[in-house]
């Protein structure tokens, strides 16, 4: 089993709609996830980070964290075609370990 | 969020030739840096994680000797790409972290993209 899997998409979704990206890991001792974004070409984005349960919101991002069941995810309210990017998950098992990503969901939204 | 800058952001040289990308945290100090590279259509790998004033520490498979990492102060850390060749050209990406819980957020670099001919 991979350390953080994701699905790869693409995940099409229109306009003004809500994307749900998904998340899942391995392991009971990771302490803090991250969500970034990717452009072709161009360098990851950090966008969210989450260490406690629940959900954490952003503007039109929220961030939700299940512990137990090893599971975080992103959605992303009123999508904009602007938002067509690659979505990589991360976590760490603490402060001081290296970031482990997933493979990346590619989430297309159309006009 | 915290800012990373890449030096240059794109190189092209010949091959056996040796190519130096700066990587400078511009607001805050970054105890821990890290150096990825990334192919085409591939994920980010991680190539090695660096701490101010010690030596880098490089994950399986990565060549120490050729990809040479220098973390001299707490707002700059150096990739060598020592003697390059064609099967080296990448987007080489740095990232920098200021540490401490929970501040443990990494900020990524822009990118450096290196073609070796």
């Known amino acids: 089993q991979k350390e953080v899997e994701q699905n790869s998409g693409p995940l099409s979704v229109p306009e003004g709609a809500i994307a749900s990206l998904n998340c899942t890991y391995s392991?009971?001792?990771?302490?803090?996830f991250f969500w970034y974004r990717q452009y072709s070409g161009k360098s990851p984005e950090l966008i969210m980070s989450i260490y406690s349960n629940g959900d954490k919101e952003d503007g039109r991002f929220t961030a939700q964290l299940n512990k137990a069941s090893q599971y975080v995810s992103l959605l992303i309210r009123d999508s904009q075609p602007s938002d067509s990017a690659t979505y990589l998950c991360g976590r760490k098992k603490s402060s001081g370990d290296k970031l482990t990503f997933g493979t990346g969901t590619r989430l297309a939204v159309r006009p | 969020g915290a800012v990373v800058s890449q030096h240059p952001s794109r190189v092209i040289c010949k091959s056996g030739t040796s190519v130096k990308i700066e990587c400078r945290s511009l607001?805050?100090?970054?105890?821990?840096m890290f150096w990825y590279r990334q192919f085409p259509k591939q994920s980010l790998m991680l190539m090695a994680t660096s701490n101010e004033g010690s030596k880098a520490t490089y994950e399986q498979g990565v060549e120490k000797d050729k990809f040479l990492i220098n973390h001299a102060s707490l707002t700059l850390s150096t990739l060598t790409v020592t003697s390059a060749h064609p099967e080296d050209s990448s987007f080489y990406i740095c990232?920098?972290?200021?540490?401490?819980?929970?501040?443990?957020?990494?900020?990524f670099g822009p990118g450096t993209r290196l073609t070796v001919l």
């Open positions: 607001d805050f100090q970054a105890t821990t």
């Open positions: 392991d009971r001792v990771s302490q803090s």
């Open positions: 990232s920098a972290m200021e540490g401490g819980e929970p501040y443990n957020e990494q900020f």
